[in-house]
């Protein structure tokens, strides 16, 4: 069974950086397009990028393109999302989500929210002076 585990949350500064880290246990993601998806109180989730399995293909939300990166390392069964240029409203609980192989884009898989239920339990990111 997969399971993801986010990792790399925390507290920074306006115009600061972070990176997550999404490491899957149970399975190998070579076979999963991997999202990252972000929740603040009050608001619905919003898709923030997600990567293929395959061709490397990603997808950014017009709230963090240009200072958000995905990037995979299937060797070591990892995702990492880095984030530059952060800013408060970038604060939110950010999960990581499978989705395995098939029809959707990364587009659909973002906007619309992952197949199945393969989602890590959150790590938190504040963005603050």
């Known amino acids: 069974q997969l399971q993801l585990v986010e990792s790399g949350g925390g507290l920074v500064q306006p115009g600061g950086s972070l990176r997550l880290s999404c490491a899957a246990s149970g399975a190998s993601l070579d076979h999963y397009a991997i999202g990252w998806f972000r929740q603040a109180p009050g608001k619905k989730r919003e898709g923030v990028s997600c990567?293929?399995?395959?061709?490397?293909?990603?997808y950014y939300g017009d709230s963090v393109k240009g200072r958000f990166t995905i990037s995979r390392d299937n060797a070591k069964n990892t995702v990492y999302l880095q984030m530059n240029s952060m800013k408060p409203d970038d604060t939110a609980v950010y999960y990581c989500?499978?989705?395995?192989?098939?029809?959707?884009?990364?587009?659909?898989?973002?906007?619309?929210?992952?197949?199945?239920?393969?989602w890590g339990q959150g790590t938190q990111v504040t963005v603050s002076s």
């Open positions: 989500a499978a989705h395995i192989a098939g029809l959707m884009t990364v587009r659909d898989i973002c906007v619309l929210g992952p197949g199945g239920n393969y």
């Open positions: 990567i293929s399995s395959s061709d490397g293909s990603t």
